[in-house]
């Protein structure tokens, strides 16, 4: 159950790009999985009713496009650098939807899903 969670909260964030494009999946066995690491998130965030409806917009749009990515036939650099300005375009809209103090906190738990990653992969390998 603590790897769905965290996995949720991957695809959610995309915190550690390199580390975690090749965990990625995003199909719709994951999807209950992701949908329960949302409710942990707006929880933490404190979302508002019509914060949730545009988060849950932008996390739509963003597993959507993460997708085709993954699915996409470019090189492993490409898909990388396509992963990157997804992810910072994510961050800027939900930018636009958070306030200031959601947003450090948004930007803190992306912060400590890297650090887990790291800590797992080190665990792993």
Known sequence: MKK?????????????????????????????AFQQT????????????????????????????LTAIKKSETSRFSKMKALC????????EMKTVLNSEQYKQYKAVKKEIKAEIKKSKRRQG
């Open 4 to 32: 769905a969670k965290i996995f949720g909260l991957l695809v959610l964030m995309l915190a550690g790009i390199g580390t975690t494009f090749a965990q990625l999946k995003t199909d719709e066995r994951e999807r209950p």
């Open 38 to 65: 949302i409710e942990i998130y707006r929880e933490k965030l404190q979302l508002n009713e019509t914060q949730k409806e545009k988060v849950d917009s932008i996390n739509n749009e963003y597993i959507s496009r």
């Open 85 to 92: 300005s997804l992810n910072k375009e994510r961050d800027r």
